[in-house]
């Protein structure tokens, strides 16, 4: 099996794993390690650039994961990516392994690492739904206010490179739990993603959640925040069918749409985008 490969160390040798070796042997000479079966087990790496460590989480293999996370706590092996850019935290919480997520984070993974997506692991718990790894994701947030430059506050506002925070992709998947979380841990509430300038209350009215909605309202998402072409989140309602969301946005003092303006800025945007383009030397199709 791949376990049994990498315990053997048959699969070879990874540059970036050996390189990791050295602080790992101090680690674990200072633990009383074998440093051989150190040496042996933490250079392995597979044709898929997966390590030990990636391995022992795949197949959920506790005590492979506790021996090695004993001696490569706090050191950069941690966060080593396979080919596809995920470190052994993102696989953890792909899978919902929340109590490996609780393990690697106790023993120092990097939160703010992103796979190839430029998805966190803090995107992916939003992405699949798993409320318990969010949370564990989100723990070490307790005693730091938001924007304090640790990892842990970082992690929450953090772009993957469709532009989306976590709080985007939860809204999106109408995941009120989830949201609820994010908000209750500080999460920008009118943070624009990056394509169009949506903020997270433009994605549930698009989304047609008024659970999620109404979460926003309260926690305090601005109504009036505008899109790149100017739209107001009460805009976008009006244009779908949901008629409580409507009245969600007027409770929480949305200004009804002034369809001259509105339009005005959406023409008023594109002109701004066509000089952009001509002048960079492209043109409109």
Known sequence: SRLGAAVEGGWGRSPRAE???????????????????????????????????????????????????????????????????????????????????????????????????????????????????????????????????????????????????????????????????????GADLNKAELSCGRSPLHLAVESQSPEVVECLLRAGADPRARMYVGYTPIYSAVHRPNQKILQLLREFGSEEPDWDSEESLADSSDEEYDDIVINSGHYKN
């Not at 092996?77 to 935290?89: F, H, K, P, S, V």
């Not at 120092?108 to 798993?130: F, I, N, P, S, Y």
């Not at 564990?136 to 532009?163: F, I, K, M, P, V």
Request: charged share 20%.
């Open 19 to 185: 390189a990791s070796l050295g602080s790992c042997g101090r680690a674990g000479r200072r633990r009383g390690g074998p440093g051989a079966w150190l040496h042996h087990v933490l250079g392995f790496v597979s044709e898929d650039g997966d390590t030990a460590l990636h391995l022992a989480v795949i197949h959920e293999h506790e005590a492979f994961l506790d021996s090695i996370l004993q001696y490569t706590a706090g050191t950069e092996y941690l966060d080593l990516q396979n080919d596809l850019g995920q470190t052994a935290l993102h696989i953890a919480v792909i899978l919902g392994a929340s109590n490996f997520v609780r393990k690697l984070m106790a023993a120092g993974a990097g939160l703010c690492m992103q796979e190839k997506a430029g998805h966190t692991a803090l995107h992916l718990a939003c992405r699949e739904g798993w409320r318990d790894c969010a949370q564990w994701l989100l723990a070490s947030l307790s005693g730091h206010r938001a924007g304090e430059g640790n990892d842990a506050c970082a992690q929450l506002d953090c772009t993957n490179y469709d532009g989306y925070t976590p709080l985007h992709v939860a809204v999106l998947r109408k995941d009120l739990d989830v949201v609820k979380l994010l908000v209750g841990a």
